[in-house]
């Protein structure tokens, strides 16, 4: 049993009346003491203060035979960053450029930027400030994806910004409007263009270049070449006309409830293990039925940050004016050309060679898969994905390696008989929490 006082910023509740001139304490030196009556303990009442005049407003105030005060630990909360960035951002040579990352939590987050999935170090031109990242006089190597990552022991919050030099800017037939693209610029057929609209998705085709058009289903053969690394490494949400309810790839129609297909790692749902249009996994833009209830294939602002463009297919006309008798095999076609060394053997039929899969071959094939956090770079070859180096090498590390050599020690102390393991905490089966300090249900 505690000896002496500790006092506690709390009234009781006694006996249906507000004592407001007893403060609440625990310890068997309390001046009162009562098991039968209720208060914030979990049985009876104890009182650090009893008896005193709350006009003298003394009875929540020090006094010599209080001995110390009761502490509790303020819950865990994960980050999040308070600012949203914007997906891309435009500068000259010579300017200044600063981005600010608000981030709250509890405990209070620490913040770290990264370039290009990497730690950003100070320099005579680059100011880190806690949450505010600052470059003095831009130059073209600073051009590039700028990441702010707040992270606690409750979680970790990401943004990320794509920083772009204007001299550098070359309207290309990159498949948007104004000549730049803020997503899948890898890709040929495909592009992320940032915009707004009025009505039915189709209508976003404003932001597609000429000879693009908005991406829909009968564009599933571009869209398969959009990966799921593809779909979730872009800022924002774009969206497309599709409608993807039940994994299938379909007309969006305007008045119905169908969830319209879209990709960046804001859109509303996303999930890996269902199939949609593109190569891997369902990106759904919003819910109609949670969100407002508006139209489901139309623009909604602050939930849709532009549309995904197709490259038009340009089919070749025939070479002279008569037709193909029936049953005459004709010239195999294929709109878009087999990748990785696949062959055409029927309209837009691709045969892939061992090791590579998909409607034009330009998905490798990992066998066994790569492990969570990792992607298949080429056939038997597994790459982490950017920003999640450290938790993918530990994961690979952990097939090869023996648990000796992989021992870590962990921040803290792992209670309730949990295990330390590579710097994390593993709990039994009756306990939860980052260091197994909660129990997984209220009877233990």
């Not at 914007?86 to 608000?102: A, D, E, H, I, Y």
């Not at 800022?235 to 969830?259: H, I, P």
């Not at 039925?289 to 089919?315: T, W």
């Not at 061992?354 to 080429?378: F, H, N, V």
């Amino acid at each position: 049993m505690t000896t002496g006082q500790l006092k506690s910023d709390m009234n009781f509740q006694v006996s249906g009346s507000l004592l407001k001139d007893d403060m609440a304490g625990v310890g068997k030196d309390c001046p009162y003491h009562s098991e039968n009556e209720r208060s914030c303990l979990g049985q009876g009442v104890i009182s650090s203060s009893c008896c005193q005049d709350s006009a003298s407003n003394e009875a929540c105030s020090y006094s010599p035979e209080i001995t110390g005060v009761l502490c509790c630990k303020v819950p865990e909360k994960p980050p999040v960053i308070t600012q949203r960035f914007p997906t891309r951002l435009k500068v000259t040579p010579g300017q200044n450029w600063t981005l600010s990352c608000p981030a709250i939590g509890s405990p209070h987050p620490m913040v770290n930027w990264l370039k290009d999935g990497r730690t950003l170090h100070q320099s005579d031109r680059i100011f880190i400030e806690r949450e505010t990242l600052r470059i003095q006089n831009v130059i073209a190597d600073d051009a590039g994806e700028y990441s702010c990552l707040a992270a606690n022991t409750a979680g970790y919050a990401r943004e990320d910004v794509i920083l772009t030099i204007s001299h550098l800017e070359t309207k290309v037939d990159v498949g948007c409007m104004d000549g730049t693209v803020d997503g899948l610029a890898h890709l040929k057929d495909v592009a992320a263009c940032g915009g707004s609209w009025k009505g039915h998705v189709s209508k976003g085709k404003v932001h597609c270049a000429p000879g693009w058009r908005v991406c829909s289903h009968v564009d599933w053969i571009l869209l398969k070449a959009v990966s799921w690394f593809d779909a979730t490494g872009i800022n924002g949400c774009y969206a497309y006309d599709a409608a993807v309810n039940g994994g299938k790839c379909t007309s969006c129609v305007e008045d119905s409830n169908q969830s319209m297909g879209g990709i960046g790692r804001h859109c509303s749902k996303r999930r890996r293990r269902q199939s949609s249009c593109i190569a891997e996994g369902r990106i759904d833009v919003y819910n109609p039925l949670r969100e407002g209830g508006h139209p489901s294939c139309d623009y909604q602002e602050g939930l849709i940050s532009g549309v995904l463009c197709c490259r038009i297919p340009q089919l070749n006309p025939p070479t002279s004016g008569k037709r193909r008798k029936p049953g005459k095999p004709g010239k195999v076609k294929c709109v878009q050309p087999c990748l990785n060394n696949g062959i055409c053997v029927g309209r837009n039929r691709c045969e892939c060679p061992i090791g590579y899969k998909g409607a034009t071959c330009q998905l490798p094939i990992c066998d066994p898969p790569c492990m969570r956090g990792s992607y298949c770079l080429e056939p038997g070859v597994c790459a982490c994905e950017p920003g999640r180096e450290a938790k993918c090498a530990l994961r690979e590390e952990a097939v090869a390696i023996s648990l000796a050599k992989l021992e870590r020690k962990c921040l803290r102390h792992c209670r309730n008989g949990g295990q330390c393991f590579q710097g994390h905490c593993f709990c039994p089966a009756n306990t939860k929490g980052r260091f197994c300090q909660r129990g997984n249900n209220c009877k233990q």
